[in-house]
């Protein structure tokens, strides 16, 4: 008798204008095992076209030299996303969902996560603005943030540098976008300026000579545009000479350094005097 309850009031229940006893039909039980495997298979088909569209739009940045590889990276995954999105969409339309007030509620979701995550959401869409308008991009050595380093990755969320000591640095987007950026990379060259110091007694025009012709010797100084070697400033102990000199500027740091060395042991070699600080104490006799 139990039983025969149970069936009466499986009958006596309705959903979808059918009763519950009509649902477990095999038939029904065989229609949803489909409907379970189709989305598996949609879902599967997605993440596959997916994957593939993002490395076919990755690869085009990666084809050719003048093309942002960083650009193509985001709209990779960008695209990736929005293929997965679909495919959702389809399972949802292979159970009966309607999508419309499906995409409703997924929107206002949306806005209560977008007010409770406006630091993360800033992030993005900083990360968003670095990605189409370059100020950096991947490879370029920076100054952004009070922090130096070769950007290595640029994400939705944060920027990632190598420092010069190979120290990882992320920062959060919001700061990279807020923040004054140097970019070093940007052009081709740089100027290089140093101030060499010599004596008051020292000769003024074989100074300019020795530290000219030192400079202009290396390789990696370039006569255009013209280098600039002038007296600049006339010091307690010394007359200073200001040099400017362009470079590449992949060469600007350890050109820089090694001119330096190479202009005092020229300056020695001449017999041009470089002065130091120094302090007359007179005594007197009581």
């Known amino acids: 008798m139990p039983g025969a309850k149970l069936d009466a009031f499986l009958n006596t229940v309705i959903w979808d204008g059918k009763s519950i006893a009509d649902l477990l039909t095999l038939e029904f039980l065989a229609s949803a095992a489909g409907n379970v495997l189709a989305a598996i298979a949609i879902l599967f088909v997605g993440f596959v076209i997916g994957g593939w569209v993002r490395r076919r739009i990755t690869s085009l940045g990666g084809k050719h030299a003048h093309l942002d590889i960083t ?3 985001f709209l990779g995954n960008i695209s990736r996303y929005v293929v997965i999105g679909f495919a959702f969409l389809f399972v949802l339309n292979t159970f009966g969902v309607q999508t419309t007030s499906f ?4 929107g206002a979701a ?22 189409f308008f370059r100020p950096i991009k991947i490879s370029d050595f920076v100054e952004v943030n009070g922090q130096m380093g070769t950007v290595k990755d640029i994400t939705l969320n944060y920027t990632e540098l190598a ?16 923040n004054t950026i140097i970019n070093y990379s940007s052009y081709d060259t740089r100027r290089a300026e140093w101030e060499f110091g010599v004596g008051y007694g020292a000769n003024l025009k074989l100074a300019e000579d020795t530290i000219r012709d030192t400079i202009m010797a290396d390789p990696r100084s370039m006569t255009e545009p013209a280098p600039f070697i002038q007296v600049n400033n ?4 010394s007359v200073d000479f200001l040099v400017r000199v ?14 330096k060395r190479q202009v005092k042991e020229a300056l020695d070699a001449a017999g041009v005097d470089i002065p130091f600080p120094t302090r007359t104490v007179v005594q007197v006799q009581g």
């Open 103 to 106: 995409v409703a509620v997924i």
């Open 163 to 178: 420092a010069v000591s190979n120290v990882q640095i992320i920062i959060p987007n919001s700061q990279v976008w807020g």
């Open 71 to 73: 650009l193509f990276n």
């Open 234 to 237: 006339l010091n307690a102990s």
């Open 246 to 259: 362009w470079c590449k500027s992949g060469d600007y740091f350890a050109y820089q350094a090694d001119m």
């Open 110 to 131: 949306g806005l209560a996560i977008g007010l409770a995550l406006q630091g993360t959401l800033s992030n993005v869409a900083a990360g968003v603005m670095i990605v």
